[in-house]
């Protein structure tokens, strides 16, 4: 397995992070590459927003807990 990601494989753990968490190793290697690349931590920033906004919705616009009005 090589150590540096390339910014694909970067890309892809920053998604997979957010639905779940990375091992630890994943991590790392994702932090040295964020270190390295300004792309990568831009995209990076963009989702921890994302997700951020996501959490901010009001609960009645997620699918999961639907609460119809009486
Ligand atoms: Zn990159």
């Known amino acids: 397995m090589r150590f540096l990601l390339s910014c ?3 890309h892809q753990m ?3 992070g957010m639905d779940r968490r990375l091992p630890f ?12 690349c300004k792309a ?8 921890q ?5 996501m959490r901010e919705l009001p609960r009645h616009l997620g699918s999961d807990q ?5």
Do not use: G, I, W, Y
């Not at 927003?49 to 906004?53: C, G, H, K, M, P």
């Not at 639907?66 to 009486?70: A, F, G, I, L, V």
């Open 14 to 16: 920053v998604s997979e």
């Open 49 to 53: 927003s994302l997700r951020q906004a």
């Open 25 to 36: 190793s994943a991590r790392t290697r994702l932090q040295l590459h964020l270190s390295m």
């Open 66 to 70: 639907r609460q119809d009005p009486p």
């Open 40 to 47: 990568c931590t831009n995209f990076n920033q963009q989702m």
């Open 8 to 10: 694909k494989q970067a």
